[in-house]
C-alpha cells in the first residue's frame, strides 16, 4: 500500500508539471558542447521558451512524453517514497524520542532514490528523447524522431537491445541518490521543526505545504547537475554497438562540458528545475502525506 499512495501522489502531480520539465530538458541541451556565443539561443528563459515552443510546435509540445514521464512517476517515486514511508512506519530511521537520525534517513532515503532510478531508468530515457523533439527551427540536441512512446521503445530495442534501453542508467544513479535524499531529509526534517510549536500540530497540511517547500529548494540545487549529466548521457546518439558517441562515460561528459561550455554549464536549466520540482515537490509530498494520513485513519477505523 505504501507503494500505490506515493505512485499515486508523484503521478498526480507530474500531469501538472510536466510542461515545466519539458522546458528544462530543452534548455540543458542548447548549447551542448559548444561555447557560448558560439551557438543559437532558442530558448532565453523559461517564459520565452514556453512562448517559442508554443508557437512553432503548438500548445500540445509542453506535454511531450507525459505517458513514460507517468511511468517515470510510478517506478521512481513509487519505490523511493514507499521504501522511506515503510522505514518510517518500521522506526527505523527514528530514535526512542521519534526524532529522525539523519545518517539513516539519508542512506534510506537515498536507497530508495537510487532504486527507482534504475527501475524506471527506460522510461525517462523515452521520456527525454520525445521532450527533445522538435521542429528543426528551434531544436536542440539530438533528434531522435520517435513516434510515441512504444514506438520509442521498439526502435531503441530492436537497434540496441535491452542495453539501449538502459543507456545512461548508471548516470541516473548519482541523480537519484542526491535527489531523493536532499528533498525528503529537507521535507522530514522541516515538518519535525515546525512541529516543536504548538500553532502546527494540528494544521498538518499546512506543515507538509511548508516542508515541501522546503525540500522543493533543496532537490532542485542539489539536483541540477547531476540532472543535466544524466539527461546528455540519455539523449546522445549511439553506434550500432549501443555506445555513445558524444560521451565515452560519466566523467567523460563531465570533462567535455566543463571544458567547452564553462562551469555555469552544470546549472543550466536551474530555473525551469525549480519551477517544476518546486510545485512537484508541494504537490506530490502534499499527496503523499495526505494519502499516508487517510489510509492510517481508514486502518483505525
Not at 2 to 30: H, W, Y
Not at 45 to 55: G, L, P, R
Not at 130 to 149: E, K, N, R
Not at 162 to 178: D, E, I, N, Y
Amino acid at each position: 500500500m505504501d507503494f500505490v499512495i506515493a505512485a499515486s501522489a508523484a503521478m498526480g502531480a507530474c500531469v501538472f508539471t510536466n510542461p515545466l520539465e519539458v522546458l528544462k530538458t530543452r534548455m540543458q541541451l542548447q548549447g551542448e558542447l559548444k561555447a557560448k556565443g558560439q551557438h543559437a539561443v532558442h530558448y532565453r528563459n523559461v517564459i520565452h521558451a514556453s512562448y517559442t515552443i508554443v508557437k512553432n510546435d503548438g500548445v500540445l509540445a509542453l506535454q511531450k512524453g507525459l505517458v513514460p514521464a507517468l511511468w517515470v512517476q510510478l517506478f521512481l517515486n513509487g519505490m523511493r517514497l514507499g521504501i522511506y514511508r515503510f522505514a518510517a512506519n518500521n522506526n527505523l530511521m527514528h530514535d526512542k524520542n521519534g526524532n529522525l537520525i539523519f545518517y539513516k534517513s539519508a542512506i534510506i532515503a537515498g536507497i530508495g532514490g537510487t532504486m527507482g532510478q534504475i527501475l524506471c531508468s527506460p522510461f525517462f530515457l523515452i521520456k527525454t528523447h520525445l521532450q527533445t523533439q522538435a521542429v528543426d527551427s528551434i531544436a536542440v540536441g539530438y533528434q531522435h524522431h520517435h513516434q510515441g512512446t512504444w514506438g520509442a521503445a521498439k526502435t531503441i530495442f530492436k537497434k540496441n537491445g535491452v542495453k539501449g534501453l538502459f543507456q545512461g542508467v548508471t548516470a541516473s544513479m548519482p541523480r537519484g541518490f542526491v535527489g531523493s535524499t536532499s528533498q525528503l531529509i529537507g521535507f522530514d526534517y522541516s515538518k519535525q521543526y515546525l512541529l516543536q510549536y504548538d500553532y502546527f500540530k494540528d494544521k498538518k497540511l499546512l506543515t507538509a505545504f511548508l516542508g515541501s517547500m522546503v525540500g522543493g529548494v533543496a532537490i532542485s540545487f542539489a539536483m541540477t547537475p547531476f540532472d543535466l549529466i544524466m539527461t546528455r548521457l540519455y539523449n546522445q546518439p549511439t553506434d550500432s554497438h549501443g555506445n555513445g558517441i558524444l560521451y565515452k562515460n560519466y566523467m567523460d561528459c563531465v570533462s567535455k562540458i566543463y571544458k567547452t561550455e564553462g562551469p555555469s554549464a552544470f546549472y543550466k536549466g536551474v530555473g525551469p528545475m525549480y519551477l517544476r520540482l518546486g510545485p512537484h515537490t508541494v504537490l506530490c509530498l502534499v499527496f503523499w502525506d495526505s494519502l499516508n494520513g487517510l489510509y492510517c485513519r481508514f486502518k483505525k477505523s
